[in-house]
């Protein structure tokens, strides 16, 4: 089964210049509250996903400190946050995916919808806080902030995929046979959906395990096996985007399942590095921002949207993650060689095969889990 992202084809890849300093550093009005504030905020975030030249314009524009933790899993924000009562920060990042898992939690606070503007953002990742983030009628608890996907990556000096496009199962063939890696659960999903084009599994069944918990075992069931049988063909398990990185220049990787961001990075600065989605379809999600109960700087976080929301300083941040915003028209402050990138990593039908990750429920994170537990155990 084939999904689509609606807004994502529509995306025209645009030629510009990277902002100029001078625009970077430029300040917006800043509300007296947050200037009377405590003067900081604390974010907790992935770990790429701020790089110094944004946080240099918003302090600089505001006098407002950035206080930043970097994560490298939804489990990390949620099991911190659980752990505070959701105190000790004012911002966190979940996936848009994650809505069903913090409704009951308790743990985040609506954003007060009169202090954001949504003019800049793409309507349809704006329409995820109001419907799938909605907890109670008319709120939202969630702000797009990153987009990107979970594709493959290779060492174009070492690897060539079989024709245009990678497959999820080159991690797992023997060919390749310890000098490939993925993250433990999402490499198991793109296990399922390569599965699905060999005949291992009915085509769907990766998508149906969504739907119930009886489903659930029974598709994760023959993936794990799957998965168990070929595990001595993978030569690491990342955790994060400079596990990523560090596996493909210094620990022998030549193909792994991974976010875009950290192999195009490493594109960006020389290395002989190729991200692309995959023949089954790019995995696309959405990061957000979301304000956890006890944040205590509540009005800096909204100066931080503000920013965040800019076009020049948007497109000035993805030239330095690799990952895509939702802030229309960033993509033209961010320069030819993020163009290039987008180009080669999402070529021909590659943004209408998108496959967005589906909202998870509490049974389904909990089933994934002890079914990666068999698979890192076995």
């Not at 996936?95 to 939690?105: I, V, Y």
């Not at 907890?135 to 290779?154: C, K, Q, R, S, V």
């Not at 085509?203 to 969504?210: L, S």
């Amino acid at each position: 089964m084939t999904k689509r992202i609606h807004g994502l084809t529509r995306r025209t890849v645009l030629k510009g210049g990277v902002a100029g300093a001078t625009l970077l550093a430029a300040p917006a009005i800043v509300s007296r509250a947050a200037l009377a504030s405590s003067g900081e905020i604390n974010i907790l975030m992935w770990s790429d996903y701020l790089p110094e030249t944004f946080l240099s314009a918003f302090t600089e524009g505001t006098g407002i400190k950035v206080n930043f933790t970097g994560i490298g899993s939804n489990e990390e924000i949620i099991n911190k946050l659980k752990a505070t009562r959701g105190r000790g920060f004012d911002l966190c990042s979940p996936t848009n995916n994650r809505s069903l898992q913090w409704k009951d939690m308790e743990l985040l606070q609506p954003f007060d919808m009169s202090k954001v503007s949504l003019d800049t953002v793409n309507p349809a990742m704006a329409k995820i806080g109001s419907t799938d983030w909605a907890f109670e009628p008319g709120t939202d608890y969630w702000l797009p902030h990153i987009w990107g996907t979970e594709g493959m990556a290779w060492r174009t000096d070492l690897f060539t995929p079989d024709g245009e496009f990678p497959s999820y199962g080159d991690v797992w063939k023997e060919e390749n046979a310890g000098k490939t890696m993925g993250r433990d659960h999402s490499m198991m999903l793109g296990a399922g959906l390569y599965m699905e084009t060999i005949g291992e599994l009915e085509a769907g069944d990766v998508w149906k395990a969504y739907t119930s918990p009886e489903e659930m075992t029974r598709v994760w069931t023959r993936i794990t096996d799957w998965c168990v049988a070929r595990k001595g063909n993978i030569k690491l398990f990342w955790n994060d985007a400079d596990s990523q990185k560090n596996g493909l220049l210094n620990e022998g990787v030549i193909v792994g399942q991974t976010w875009d961001g950290p192999p195009l990075a490493l594109k960006t600065a020389g290395e002989p590095v190729m991200y692309r989605a995959p023949k089954e379809g790019a995995m696309a999600w959405v990061d957000g921002l979301a304000i956890p109960v006890g944040a205590e700087n509540t009005d800096a976080v909204y100066e931080f949207v503000k920013y965040a929301y800019m076009p020049e300083l948007a497109g000035e941040a993805i030239d330095h993650h690799g990952y895509n915003s939702p802030v229309l028209g960033a993509d033209t402050f961010a320069g030819e060689t993020y163009a290039k990138n987008f180009a080669d990593a999402y070529p021909g039908d590659a943004l209408a095969k998108l496959n967005p990750w589906p909202a998870e429920p509490q049974w389904y994170a909990d089933a994934r889990t002890e079914f990666k537990n068999r698979l890192l155990s076995a």
